[in-house]
């Protein structure tokens, strides 16, 4: 028996003896909630090259999205955490609970870690650079810093902005980091209008 298993007994041994039931359906569901989140951060960890693995993230993926709207917005809304909007959830439960989908989201993982990994194409970016804009957060570990300096050294045209405002490399799943980007992102093209105006 594992440790985690071991643990899971303990607890529910303990419960059912402290208790009574409430408190042993009130583990249970903690206990299950913290096992769904171990096993989706221990896929996402483990290589997407795996066609099995995808297939089954994908599946269950498409199982939870089967279920009717309230049972999915509740699964969602435990595993995702409190901190997400409404909109954001029913985003996940329309859009993102399709075994289609979850699969195209797995091989875009899959070759994001593969090109992150790569140095960027300096020249492309240097011949693109005003139809190119980073935004880089001060905590985000996907655009670090150290990235903004080397762009801003290597490419000096480029347009670059640091988001200082306390908002996540997962911005969109809040309404004020999805407004505080969309507000950015409206302001970037106004001034290239602007600037192919002149």
């Known amino acids: 028996m594992s440790q985690l298993q071991l643990a899971r007994v303990r ?27 171990t096993c989706f951060i221990y896929l996402f960890i483990l290589p997407f090259r795996s066609a099995i693995i995808s297939a089954a993230v994908s599946s269950f993926a498409s ?7 309230r049972v999915s917005r509740v699964i969602v809304r435990r595993f995702l ?11 996940t439960c329309k859009h993102l609970l399709q075994y289609h989908t979850m699969r195209n989201v797995l091989f875009m993982a899959m070759t994001e870690f593969r090109k992150l990994s790569e140095d960027p194409d300096w020249e492309f970016m240097k011949r693109k650079q005003s139809q190119i804009a980073l935004l880089f957060g001060v ?8 990235v903004f300096e080397e762009v801003s050294t290597r490419v000096p ?18 309404e004020a980091g999805s407004v505080w980007v ?16 002149v």
């Open 139 to 146: 905590d985000d570990h996907w655009g670090p810093l150290s």
């Open 81 to 91: 955490g409190p901190s997400w909007s409404t909109t954001a959830i029913d985003a």
């Open 11 to 37: 607890l529910i041994d303990s419960l059912v003896h402290r208790d009574g039931q409430a408190r042993l359906r009130a583990g249970l569901q903690h206990s299950a909630v913290f096992f769904a989140k």
């Open 63 to 69: 199982l939870v999205g089967s279920l009717p709207t």
């Open 157 to 174: 045209g480029i347009a670059l902005s640091i988001e200082r405002e306390g908002h996540t490399h997962g911005y969109c799943c809040t």
């Open 182 to 197: 969309a507000c950015h992102v409206a302001n970037l093209i106004k001034n290239q209008i602007q600037i192919r105006n």
